[in-house]
């Protein structure tokens, strides 16, 4: 299955923002006065509709751009760490060696 992440984080974005709550068959914005979101045949379907709000859903694509990130730098250091000296990461603080993993990165993709 693919997702389109931009699609899904155009439109979390365009939703209505705020704490979506349940409230037996329907969806509330409790930021918004009498603000409906849905209503629905299932409790279960309420349930995740107020699960799956617009700050659930981009909190979700956020984490995955991080983690995604974080696998390119492993995948980078795994397979050769290309052409940069890499004796200094052992001892660096985590933020500066994603900076430098990023940089190394970019300079072999010409960035």
């Known amino acids: 299955m693919t997702i389109d992440k931009d699609q899904l984080k155009t439109t979390a974005q365009a939703a209505s923002q705020g704490q979506w709550t349940q409230d037996g068959f329907e ?10 979101v849905a209503k629905c045949r299932s409790l279960a379907d309420a349930a995740f509709i107020a699960t799956a709000s617009p700050a659930s859903i981009l ?7 991080s983690l995604r990130k974080d ?3 492993y995948r ?33 993709r010409g960035q």
């Open 27 to 36: 969806v509330h914005n409790d930021d918004v006065e009498d603000y409906l």
């Open 59 to 65: 909190g979700l694509i956020d984490e995955n751009e």
């Open 71 to 73: 696998a390119e730098r």
């Open 76 to 108: 980078w250091l795994r397979d050769g760490a290309g052409y940069c000296d890499t004796r200094d990461i052992p001892g660096m603080a985590p933020a500066r060696m994603d900076s430098f993993i990023d940089a190394a990165i970019a300079k072999e």
